[in-house]
């Protein structure tokens, strides 16, 4: 029993499991070596006895090929060869093997259509929807893209100066094919907007006159500007009398003068305030528009008075004045009116103003005044200065007849009239309207008619309709009314699950910071700033930052024909804008901005657009001096660069506040004084 029991030691049972481990493998190893069985090990003993070296021995795979991806994807298959590894394969089979089964089709592309990615991140590309691209134009950038080893570089060549007969060229404005071939001028058509074929645009840089200085800073800019600058001296020659412009030396004067108030605007506003002190400019009055404004010395002096006035004039026999306008410093553009809506929204302005402005506000039963109708605040006031409200001779008695009779059917309540001044107001809502006598003329618009749609709109002639609620009327008076969200905030159409108040102080906040941010540590309180464009201006936060930083200038918010029309809310905010849409020109003058200001605008026109024609439209009205900030997407950056340095301009791309890895860059230009 003992020498059992020492059977049974660890070391023994230990021994003996290992022999029988190494037998079984013996046995397995020489079993499946057999030629009647697929062999698994490569050295076979199954060979002559008397040979001194092993043989070896051939796998069956040998020199073929097989799809493992596809073998490890398709689980079934390889379920399936393991099975048939057990019975005998006969060596046949294994000549001529079947063809590897073909790789899975790949997946459906997803088509993702949001602004947010998977991970909820908002993405700078996506895609709207489906859309017909034989209504898309196909527009093609001129800059070339090349691969080099550090990525994708742009090439643009060069661009040419023009010839020296279009230093003063509007494209939209001096298109002489396209007047010619109008049917009818009447009415004024061949002052309205009239652009250049994409393939005829602008694609040289615009000169400056020789002798261009920079310009003479704000405020002293107000009475005078370098006759270099503007070399047209024929408005002093056909306006000295009139105390509008005269020439001293290499200086133009402004004396402040105009045609109906000779003797200085100063004065003449004052009679304003006290023919009616309702008005209360920079105050109840703080958003106006002068129509014929001439040098623009009516919307100069308001400046004093905290009144921002937007001066319009058609280019015309008095074709520089609004030339003149803008060398001052004087928000003004080229506008008329004629056959088309002007570019601003309804209730834009809280006075308008015509002091001899040539404009028959009674022709066809009165659609221009309708315009100014559409275009004055609820409550708002028309003030005109002309003949017919002092001369007493037949004609010009018959003409203030005709615009009493027009006005009364409007509604419009005369609330003054002293000398050769006489001011109406505008009904505060359409009750008015409502209880005429039936088949009045002219009657209410359709309750369809949208009257902030303006871009290429023709006039209509009816009443526009002011919305019940009463916004546009009850806005807060000035500087309140600045940062207060205004009711008609509610009626902008978006694309947002997000109060729109929230909205409202989030822009306002965002920019209140950025432009912080650069009085700070780019020194814009050092820059000489006046005329500043925001070419895609929102809500208007980017010219509320400025002015919350007391930075002495003006800014014209543009709002693109491809986003909302946020310009109501601009106008309640106090401030200037218009409408346009960036495949075209801008209706102003060369070398009138000091700074251009776009956010975010070419990675979305881009998809529209040529966005070289862009970046050539504003060297075009960016004055000798003047600055350009880009805020956009990275994926843009590059191309708008090469344009830039293809222009001539100083460019320097810089981090945004989120550091290098942000999505944003800001490129800044700086355009050089001839």
Known sequence: MKGFSSLKSPLVVKTAGFAFVALAFFYLGKHWSDDTYQQLIFFSSNSDLTAKTPIVSISPNFNKTFDVKSLINDTNEVESVADHTLPAIPPAAL????????PPPPPPAVQRL????????????????EYDPDVVENR??????????????FRVPKFETCPVSMREYIPCL???????????????????RHCPEKDKGLNCLVPAPKGYKAPIPWPTSRDEVWFSNVPHAQLAEYKGGQNWINVDKDKFKFPGGGTQFIHGADKYLDQISQMVPEITFGNHTRVALDVGCGVASFGAYLFSRNVLTMSVAPKDVHENQIQFALERGVPAMVAAFATRRLLYPSQAFDLIHCSRCRVNWTRDDGILLLEVNRLLRAGGYFAWAAQPVYKHEPLLEEQWEEMVNLTTRLCWNLVNKEG??????????????????????????????DPNDVWYVDLKPCISRLPEDGSGANITDWPERLNNP????????????????????????YWKEIIDSYVRALRWGTFKLRNVMDMRAGYGGFAAALIGNQLDCWVMNVVPVSGPNTLPVIYDRGLLGVMHDWCEPFDTYPRTYDLLHAAGLFSIEQKRCNITSIMLEMDRILRPGGRVYIRDSVSVMGELQ?????????????????????SYRILTCDKNLP
Request: hydrophobic content about 30%.
């Open 486 to 509: 205004p009711p008609r905030l509610q009626s902008i159409q978006l694309d947002a699950y997000v109060s729109r108040n929230d909205l409202f102080k989030a822009e306002s906040k």
């Open 95 to 102: 000549v001529s093997p079947p063809p590897p089964p073909p």
């Open 420 to 449: 050769y001044i006489a001011i109406w107001q505008k009904p505060l809502n359409n009750s008015c309207y409502l209880n005429r006598e039936s088949g009045t003329l002219p009657p209410l618009c359709d309750e369809k008619d």
């Open 174 to 192: 001096d298109n002489v094919e396209a007047i010619k071939a109008l049917e009818s001028t009447e009415k004024g058509e061949r002052f309205e």
């Open 114 to 129: 949001g602004v947010v990615d998977e991970n909820g991140v908002m993405r700078d590309e996506f895609e709207v929807g």
């Open 642 to 662: 090469e344009i830039g340095r293809a222009i001539g301009w100083r460019v320097a791309i810089r981090d945004t506040a989120e550091g290098p890895h942000a």
């Open 140 to 153: 093609n950038n001129e800059t070339k893209a090349a691969e080099s080893d550090e990525g994708v570089k």
